[in-house]
């Protein structure tokens, strides 16, 4: 069995990875911890866990987590993850990491997105990005996994193959994305209140998301050329669920909505969580909702010329929760889908 630790148990995405890594067959979770002080029942924080697990939430201590486990998960705030990352990899763990501190790849992108200076640069290099479907290769010999950003995840996943293939016009595209107010993290803040989000849609941290370099990031290199995209986030009165309609013009006349569709097909034919839509269908959250899925749908506009991809995930899970594990079956061999489906 392999030794588990969850970091931020008792936040959102940790809460999320201990009920499922608590079902997976190859796992034993070693620690589930907090900042707090004092210990806290799992149950507090899940209560749909079953009463035989009486596994409780634990005051963070570094020595405790070293001592047992094989993999580390942080599941904390953006910039809390950096330090807490390198000690783990000093300790010869394997660390999966949901926030973004090792996600971009260029240092200088943090102090302007993420408002610090990098602590420690060197991982950037060293840390392989956990978008499964493209760097599987790279995830099964990794030390260190950057787990995707939730808004990147079905953008990525649903243009990267298209710019390969230079189907899209790379200066074109425009990703509006609807999230779930759970994106947010279980923190308090006035914006994702009852009172703001209910009844209510609206678009936040217009053209300055932290999440636009790393689709920048993703999209340059599966085009190898420098991409600029406009991504504007909305907050949706839903507790989950992310969805992404994507403009783009087509790079040539040739491109048609049966092309794309069946270069998408093609690329994820093995992937056991992408599913592309057919002709006239289109992704919807109820569909992934609480599942690893991300599904995609394409539409032309035959009018105007312009292509419409959509994307839909669970932010908690293929966003998050879901792909961390995914990435963990990858690194250690396990079926991909093992506690996943
Ligand atoms: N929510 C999503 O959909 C989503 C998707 C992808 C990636 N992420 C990323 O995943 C990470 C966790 O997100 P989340 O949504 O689970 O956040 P969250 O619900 O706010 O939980 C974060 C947990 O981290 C602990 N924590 C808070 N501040 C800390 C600090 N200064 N130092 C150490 N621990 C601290 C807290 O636990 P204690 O107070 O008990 O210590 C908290 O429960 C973030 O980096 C986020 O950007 C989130």
């Not at 009463?51 to 998960?73: G, H, Q, S, W």
């Not at 060293?126 to 599987?136: F, K, M, S």
């Given at each position: 069995?392999l030794?588990?630790?969850?970091?931020?148990?008792?936040?959102?995405?940790?809460?999320?990875?201990?009920?499922?890594?608590?079902?997976?067959?190859?796992?034993r979770?070693t620690?589930?911890?907090?900042r707090?002080?004092?210990?806290?029942?799992?149950?507090?924080?899940?209560p749909?866990?079953?009463?035989?697990?009486?596994?409780?939430?634990?005051?963070?201590?570094?020595e405790?987590?070293?001592?047992k486990?094989?993999?580390?998960?942080?599941?904390?705030?953006?910039?809390?993850?950096?330090?807490?990352?390198?000690?783990f990899?000093k300790?010869?763990?394997?660390?999966?990491?949901?926030?973004?501190?090792f996600?971009?790849?260029?240092?200088?992108?943090y102090?302007?997105?993420?408002?610090?200076?990098?602590?420690?640069?060197?991982?950037?290099?060293?840390?392989?990005?956990?978008?499964?479907?493209?760097?599987r290769?790279?995830?099964?010999?990794?030390?260190?996994?950057?787990?995707?950003?939730?808004?990147?995840t079905?953008p990525?996943?649903?243009?990267?193959?298209?710019?390969?293939?230079?189907?899209?016009?790379?200066?074109s595209?425009?990703?509006n994305?609807?999230?779930?107010?759970?994106?947010?993290?279980?923190?308090?803040?006035?914006a994702?209140?009852?009172?703001?989000?209910?009844?209510?849609?609206t678009a936040?941290?217009?053209?300055?998301?932290?999440?636009?370099?790393?689709?920048e990031?993703?999209?340059s290199?599966?085009?190898?050329?420098?991409?600029?995209?406009?991504?504007?986030?909305?907050?949706?009165?839903v507790q989950?669920?992310?969805?992404?309609?994507?403009?783009?013009?087509?790079?040539?006349?040739?491109?048609?909505?049966?092309?794309?569709?069946?270069v998408?097909?093609?690329?994820?034919?093995?992937?056991p969580?992408?599913?592309?839509?057919?002709?006239?269908q289109?992704?919807?959250?109820?569909?992934?909702?609480?599942?690893?899925?991300?599904?995609?749908?394409?539409?032309?506009d035959?009018?105007t010329?312009r292509?419409?991809?959509f994307?839909?995930?669970?932010?908690?899970?293929?966003?998050?929760?879901?792909?961390?594990?995914?990435?963990?079956?990858?690194?250690f061999?396990?079926?991909?889908?093992?506690?996943?489906?």
């Amino acid at each position: 069995m392999l030794n588990c630790a969850v970091l931020g148990a008792t936040g959102y995405t940790g809460a999320e990875l201990t009920r499922i890594l608590l079902a997976h067959p190859n796992v034993r979770i070693t620690h589930l911890t907090t900042r707090q002080e004092k210990s806290i029942p799992l149950r507090e924080i899940l209560p749909s866990v079953s009463r035989d697990v009486k596994l409780a939430i634990t005051p963070y201590n570094f020595e405790n987590v070293k001592r047992k486990a094989d993999v580390v998960f942080l599941c904390l705030p953006h910039t809390e993850a950096m330090t807490t990352g390198d000690l783990f990899l000093k300790a010869g763990k394997v660390v999966i990491d949901l926030s973004a501190d090792f996600r971009l790849k260029d240092p200088a992108l943090y102090p302007k997105w993420y408002g610090v200076e990098h602590a420690f640069p060197a991982r950037l290099k060293q840390a392989v990005y956990g978008l499964c479907e493209v760097n599987r290769s790279r995830i099964r010999k990794a030390r260190l996994i950057s787990n995707p950003g939730c808004y990147p995840t079905g953008p990525s996943i649903a243009l990267m193959p298209l710019l390969g293939k230079k189907l899209i016009a790379p200066g074109s595209i425009i990703i509006n994305a609807a999230s779930g107010t759970s994106g947010a993290g279980k923190k308090l803040v006035p914006a994702t209140q009852f009172c703001e989000v209910n009844e209510n849609y609206t678009a936040y941290k217009v053209n300055k998301h932290q999440h636009i370099p790393e689709i920048e990031q993703n999209l340059s290199g599966a085009a190898g050329e420098k991409i600029k995209v406009t991504f504007i986030p909305h907050l949706l009165p839903v507790q989950r669920g992310i969805l992404a309609t994507i403009y783009a013009e087509p790079a040539k006349a040739s491109v048609t909505e049966d092309s794309i569709r069946k270069v998408l097909e093609n690329a994820y034919a093995k992937d056991p969580f992408v599913r592309i839509k057919p002709a006239g269908q289109f992704p919807s959250l109820k569909d992934v909702r609480h599942t690893n899925f991300c599904d995609v749908g394409v539409s032309m506009d035959v009018r105007t010329g312009r292509l419409v991809v959509f994307s839909a995930i669970d932010n908690l899970l293929k966003g998050a929760s879901g792909q961390a594990v995914q990435n963990m079956n990858i690194r250690f061999g396990f079926p991909e889908g093992a506690g996943l489906i």
